[in-house]
Nanobody, 119 residues
Framework: QVQLVESGGGLVQAGGSLRLSCAAS????????MDWHRQAPGKQRELVAT???????????TYADSVKGRFTISRDNAKNTVYLQMNSLKPEDTASYYC?????????WGQGTQVTVSS
């Protein structure tokens, strides 16, 4: 079982920045990859960014087109934490942001953190 706890959400003006954190209850080196997803009211949940976290994984990250150049996903294996640095935020980035971990065939989700960007 892997527990994920997100933090760092809040209210920010357009053009501002936030950094989200996702702390795992276990070593992320034992997890294949971790993702950030988001879901706005009335919309489907969408994948925002992915990073491999396994001990033998590389560092190739992927991003949704809508956040490329603005968001950066990173990891700190020593702290068992994955981050999402969000810059140049737009009102359309307003959503609940969720962390997800994939270990083999098992999927784990965090409870989410709200990000609200005012215009």
């Amino acid at each position: 079982q892997v527990q994920l706890v997100e933090s760092g959400g809040g209210l920010v003006q357009a053009g501002g920045s936030l950094r989200l954190s996702c702390a795992a209850s276990t070593s992320i080196s034992s997890i294949n990859a971790m993702d950030w997803h988001r879901q706005a009211p009335g919309k489907q949940r969408e994948l925002v960014a992915t990073i491999p976290t396994g001990s033998t994984s590389g560092t190739i990250t992927t991003y949704a087109d809508s956040v490329k150049g603005r968001f950066t996903i990173s990891r700190d294996n020593a702290k068992n934490t994955v981050y999402l640095q969000m810059n140049s935020l737009k009102p359309e980035d307003t959503a609940s942001y969720y962390c997800r971990a994939r270990r083999g065939l098992l999927i784990y989700w965090g409870q989410g953190t709200q990000v609200t960007v005012s215009s």
